[in-house]
Nanobody, 129 residues
Framework: LQLVESGGGLVQPGGSLRLSCAAS????????IGWFRQAPGKEREGVSC?????????YYVDSVKGRFTISRDNAKNLVYLQMNSLKPEDTAVYYC??????????????????????WGQGTQVTVSS
């Protein structure tokens, strides 16, 4: 499974971006999908995740709750991360990742990079005036 992120860029504080995660040759319906980010000098952080097609369970790290929304478009085989009210501290490389089983019940595990089996190359998001 190969994942490709897109949609990153430079945006002013308070602005919005929508990231997309695509897979070729595989249906993302079969995977729980997570979004992670890594800022320079910092560890990779789980941002949000969504369960496999079915119950639509989603989790968010506290710092993005109310600002970011994860969703699926099954017809297009895409997973999105809509990011609103962006802040400079959101600046990072954003990665999508796939977990071949259902999301762990623990939010901490569901947002842990160790739970994910396949990774994209990342897309840069820079929030700056």
């Amino acid at each position: 499974l190969q994942l490709v992120e897109s949609g990153g860029g430079l945006v002013q504080p308070g602005g919005s971006l929508r990231l997309s995660c695509a897979a070729s040759g595989y249906s993302l319906d079969n995977y729980a999908i997570g979004w992670f980010r890594q800022a320079p000098g910092k560890e990779r952080e789980g941002v949000s995740c969504i369960s496999r097609q079915g119950d639509g369970v989603t989790y968010y790290v506290d710092s993005v709750k109310g600002r970011f929304t994860i969703s699926r478009d099954n017809a297009k085989n895409l997973v999105y991360l809509q990011m609103n009210s962006l802040k400079p501290e959101d600046t990072a490389v954003y990665y999508c990742a796939a977990h071949r089983y259902e999301l762990p019940e623990s939010v901490m595990r569901a947002l842990s990079s160790y739970e994910y089996d396949f990774w994209g190359q990342g897309t840069q998001v820079t929030v700056s005036s």
